[in-house]
């Protein structure tokens, strides 16, 4: 069995009821359960909620919520393979053989059902753990720098201050939409960040992490600016 997990816990600070809030017209979470519904992969599609509210949102977009997360892995502290790890003992504790399970965040509403299929297409070898979204540094990461104590630049690289651009290392960075993950390496907690997971690479233009009111303003713009389409709710329910 294969599984769509969208984690959205009820206690966002910095943007208040953030993975609810209206996104060009519908919940931002229903970007994310309509990707994963419509992208054809799944046997469920499910939000793992502590809050009744979010629950009720995500029903009505077409997700199922087979439990209620425990408040314990509902606070700042709890983390995504916490709320994975959850997930995959409650389906084994209920007879079913999972055997991958592909988490979106809730708040991705540049995620395309092309991309899952895309990403699954490479999750299909049997040496991962993990696939995941992932795109290139806008800027070349050797060049970067920091200010000292007394508000002086130093960079944290040197030796790359005079290297041309097109010499050095392409760097990549989560994009944060989703982590395609086999039901055994989550139950065993192995790191995402190993040998054994391969990046899905987005281009920059589709990804943006919303965690504060200026992210969500940028992202909002930024949706009006790509060809990005969502796909429509999904009525069959």
Sequence with gaps: MRIALIPARGGSKRIPRKNIKTFHGQPIIAYSINAAKHSGLFDHVIVSTDDEEIAEVAKDAGAEIPFMRPAKLSDDYATTMDVLAHAAEFYKNSGAALTDLCC????????RPVDLIESARLFDDPA????F????????????????????????QPEHVAT????????????????????GAVT??????SDK????ILPR???????????????????????????????DK
């Design 104 to 111: 979106l965040y809730a708040t991705a509403p540049f995620v």
């Design 197 to 200: 997971s391969m990046p899905y």
């Design 164 to 183: 041309r651009s097109q010499d050095l290392t392409p760097a990549f960075h989560d994009a944060g939409q989703f982590y395609w993950c086999k039901a």
């Design 205 to 235: 233009k589709r990804v943006q992490d919303i965690d504060t009111p200026e992210d969500w303003d940028f992202a909002e713009a930024l949706y009006k600016l790509t060809d990005h389409k969502a796909p429509a709710p999904d009525t």
């Design 128 to 131: 991962l753990d993990y696939v």
């Design 133 to 156: 979204s992932a795109t290139e540094f806008p800027f070349p990461i050797q060049r970067a720098f920091y200010r000292d104590k007394n508000g002086r630049t130093a960079m944290f």
């Design 188 to 193: 065993a907690r192995r790191p995402i960040f």
